[in-house]
């Protein structure tokens, strides 16, 4: 994970949060859920809300911009499980935005169409099928950051995200962004107010601020209504340049009228269809200091050119460990260069409390084989010029002391592909089986020279 959330030093577009934009050139009312690359606005079971918003909307939104499509089947959606059960401990439980798109950056999303679904099957699965496995390196985070939305300025900034990105280009119209949010849930009935007759958007509902205790739950903000507005300290005016909560000063947080557009995952019938207005105002608040701020994130397409294909079962994920390491001498008994695939390590990038879960490999009460495929692209990518050459490819597989029933490796193979994704060949391991726990189960291929 990146320093305070931000791994944008990664992203190939312009960076982003600094630029002030001109504010005569934003539109009063920008709302990206009703483009066509905006996916169906879902309703979650447990607590994958995290994932709703940053990978089966917001993921799913970008990825249909940069390929020019819609969101319109289940080929150009993406699923929220996928990412989900890669931290959720095997269990329900909650996760932040950004645990999916680091599992996109480090791995990838599936579509809809090769997972199988969007949510709400077993718990803590793990697809089984190399084919899945593959297509998700294909779509890809390349960098994201949260940045805070307390300011006026700041404000106008996310204002010019949502419009245009603010990258304005002459003769054309770029599609807007979309931000993450992490809303706080608890009693959001002494918060939420019906705008009242004879107002702009009479008998829409929106949120004053976020509720005022309760857990933290992820939503996604689609756009901006400067119009939107309510008399919250009950003076008759609908204001934003006095000072409405007594501190002596006017600031963003005193501000009546101006409103995020924000989709939630609890069905396309709460709040009349699924979206709800929330004060500019509401992002500053100091008791909630995680909705003080807005997740965005660049997404591309991705090639790899070399795979590892392998079937393990394995009574305990959280305990497995794999390296993977490559040398450009053959007879090398040590890799030059070295990875360790967070999804085959425990996903340590998430802390103890995000774990895999202390499952089988293929979830919870499943202790079949899981067929998988990890991207040797990166360990390529470490070769830099030599990557043509003759090498050895060695794998390291054990387990921590908590793996107290040996796992096994029933079969292992080296993909090779061209830059349009097609399969160059496939070269299985000399050792296709072994057992290994705390002692380590070690393969190795020889590569012969790439022309």
Request: hydrophobic letters at 35%.
């Amino acid at each position: 994970m990146g320093k305070d959330y931000n791994t944008w030093q990664d992203a190939k577009g312009p960076d982003v949060s600094q630029k002030t934009p001109e504010l005569g050139r934003l539109p009063a009312r920008v709302d990206n859920s009703e483009r066509p690359e905006f996916p169906p606005i879902y309703k979650q079971r447990g607590g994958a809300c995290g994932q709703f918003a940053s990978v089966a909307s917001i993921f799913t939104y970008e990825m249909n911009v940069i390929n020019g499509t819609r969101a319109d089947s289940d080929a150009t959606r993406f699923p929220a499980d996928f990412s989900w059960n890669m931290m959720n401990e095997g269990k329900d439980q909650g996760s932040e935005a950004y645990h999916g798109w680091e599992v996109a950056k480090r791995h990838g999303i599936p579509t809809v169409k090769s997972f199988g679904y969007v949510h709400g099957q077993k718990i803590g699965k793990w697809p089984n099928g190399y084919a899945i496995w593959r297509e998700a390196m294909e779509y890809r985070v390349t960098g994201y950051r949260y940045t805070p939305a307390v300011t006026v300025a700041q404000l106008h900034e996310a204002r010019g995200w949502l419009f245009d990105r603010n990258q304005p280009q002459p003769g054309k119209k770029t599609a807007g962004g979309l931000f993450a949010l992490d809303g706080r849930m608890g009693s959001l009935n002494k918060v939420t107010r019906t705008i009242p007759e004879g107002q702009y958007l009479a008998g829409e509902e929106a949120w004053m601020r976020w509720g005022p205790d309760g857990y933290g739950h992820g939503i996604t903000c689609v756009g901006y209504d400067d119009q939107v507005g309510f008399d919250v300290n009950g003076d008759g005016k609908i204001t934003n340049d006095l000072d409405t909560n007594g501190d002596g000063q006017v600031t963003l947080a005193d501000w009546e009228r101006g409103a995020y557009i924000v989709v939630n995952s609890w069905g396309e019938k709460w709040s009349k269809d699924g979206k709800i207005y929330l004060l500019y105002s509401a992002m500053v608040d100091p008791t909630w200091e995680r909705g003080n701020y807005l997740g965005r994130v660049e997404v591309c397409r991705a090639m790899p050119r070399a795979t590892l294909k392998l079937t393990l079962s394995c009574e305990n994920r959280a305990a497995l460990r794999v390296s993977i390491g490559i040398s450009t001498d053959p007879n090398a008994t040590q890799p030059q260069h070295e990875i360790e695939p967070q999804v085959l390590n425990g996903w340590p990038l998430f802390g103890k409390k995000r774990s895999v879960g202390e499952v089988p490999l293929a979830g919870p009460d499943d202790p079949a084989p899981l067929e998988m495929g990890v991207d040797l692209t990166p360990l390529w990518d470490k070769l830099g010029a030599d990557a043509q050459k003759a090498a050895r490819l060695m794998v390291k597989f054990h387990g921590t002391d908590a793996l107290k029933t040996p796992a096994q490796l029933h079969a292992c193979s080296l993909r090779r592909y061209d830059a349009q994704g097609q399969l160059l060949n496939e070269t299985p391991f000399p050792t296709q089986e072994g057992t290994f726990a705390v002692t380590p189960l070690m393969i190795d291929l020889a590569i012969p020279t790439s022309r």
